[in-house]
């Protein structure tokens, strides 16, 4: 099935240091979801975004919503050691019938 | 509060046999429900969803199927495995919010399968 372009694929950070991730599109969505997976889990929702241009902050993270409607960007400040995992963005399309488009994911490493 | 729930955790299952996994969900009503699958290192895979009970969407070819025989309960079958079967296999909800709110999906645990 089709995926989002999300980028980088991963990255080795240093404790402290803040990160920022991407993800793009042909297609205009209207929801954009950011979610984190620890080993062995299921991922957990971060951040909803429901509207163009909106700008939402859950901690030491931020999320965008594109005005294009076809990218979405995270940002975490003052990375920590428990930031590391995978982060996925997704997408639904209008009409898709409740169904999301999932990115590729981002893997983070955070060395102290 | 809504909860999701998947079972069993693990499992190893020889080429051939039957599978089943269960996901139930709790606190909502008329739910979503999703079956993804991820392969090692890998990104989602949307296998089934459904819209309501006994309504199954299939989104790729494959050896599997879905069912769901009450509102809150979502099984992933299989008669006979194969070894490209093996994954994590995730079952999902979500309910259609209000205009302003979107749609978004909550996870299970999630389902480590090995066949061998």
């Known amino acids: 099935g089709q995926q989002l372009n999300q980028s980088p694929q991963s990255m080795f950070i240093q404790e402290g240091e803040d990160v920022s991730m991407n993800c793009t599109s042909s297609?205009?969505?209207?929801?954009w979801l950011w979610y984190k997976q620890d080993p062995g889990e299921g991922p957990v929702l971060l951040i909803a975004l429901y509207k163009a241009g909106e700008l939402t902050s859950n901690g030491r993270l931020t999320a965008q919503f594109g005005i294009t409607r076809k990218d979405s960007f995270l940002n975490i400040s003052a990375s920590i050691p428990s930031d590391v995992g995978i982060y996925f963005c997704?997408?639904?399309?209008?009409?898709?019938?409740?169904?999301?488009?999932f990115g590729t994911g981002t893997r983070l490493q955070v060395t102290l | 509060s809504q909860t999701i729930h998947q079972w069993p955790a693990t499992l190893v299952q020889p080429v051939g046999s039957p599978l089943s996994l269960e996901c139930t969900v709790e606190g909502t009503s008329n739910p979503n429900l999703y079956w993804y699958r991820q392969a090692a290192g890998r990104g989602l895979q949307l296998l089934f969803y459904?819209?309501?009970?006994?309504?199954i969407s299939s989104e790729v070819p494959q050896n599997l199927s879905a069912s769901r025989p009450q509102d809150r309960q979502f099984i992933l079958s299989s008669k006979k495995l194969l070894l490209s079967d093996s994954g994590f296999y995730l079952c999902?909800?979500?309910?259609?919010?209000?205009?302003?709110?979107?749609?978004?999906?909550?996870f299970g645990e999630g389902s480590w399968l090995t066949v061998v």
């Open positions: 459904s819209v309501g009970i006994g309504q």
């Open positions: 997704a997408g639904q399309r209008a009409g898709t019938a409740s169904k999301l488009t």
């Open positions: 297609s205009i969505f209207n929801t």
């Open positions: 999902a909800w979500s309910v259609l919010g209000q205009a302003t709110s979107g749609n978004t999906i909550y």
